[in-house]
């Protein structure tokens, strides 16, 4: 999972298999997968300019992304949008 991290914050843009869009959570965000030796993880992420945000980790137990993964992704999603929005307004 850190190599695909790393090429991540060197600016590669993955796609399947092992990354995917998420628009169901939000613009931006993508699903990476990851094979471990008995398991299959699910880490949901967001591509910032700034920042990969990760989002939740989970391990892939059906093929379909459950509902209650996809609303903590976007609850995450939207706390890290509003805490940059009111650190950009401290800036100035």
Same mark, same amino acid.
């Given at each position: 999972?850190g =190599?695909l991290?790393?090429l991540? !914050? @060197?600016?590669?843009? %993955?796609?399947? $298999?092992?990354?995917? $869009?998420? $628009?169901? #959570?939000?613009?931006?965000?993508?699903? %990476?997968?990851?094979?471990?030796?008995?398991?299959?993880?699910r880490? =949901?992420? =967001?591509?910032?300019?700034?920042? #990969?945000? #990760? %989002?939740?980790?989970? @391990?892939?137990?059906?093929? !379909?992304?459950?509902?209650?993964?996809?609303?903590?992704?976007?609850?995450?999603?939207?706390?890290?949008?509003?805490?940059?929005?009111?650190? !950009?307004?401290?800036?100035?």
């Amino acid at each position: 999972m850190g =190599f695909l991290l790393r090429l991540l !914050q @060197e600016g590669e843009n %993955l796609s399947m $298999p092992h990354s995917r $869009p998420m $628009p169901s #959570i939000g613009k931006g965000c993508h699903e %990476l997968r990851v094979n471990d030796a008995n398991k299959t993880w699910r880490l =949901f992420y =967001f591509l910032d300019s700034e920042a #990969i945000v #990760i %989002l939740e980790v989970d @391990e892939k137990k059906t093929r !379909q992304t459950p509902l209650t993964k996809i609303e903590i992704c976007k609850k995450r999603l939207k706390s890290y949008e509003e805490a940059k929005g009111r650190k !950009q307004k401290s800036a100035k």
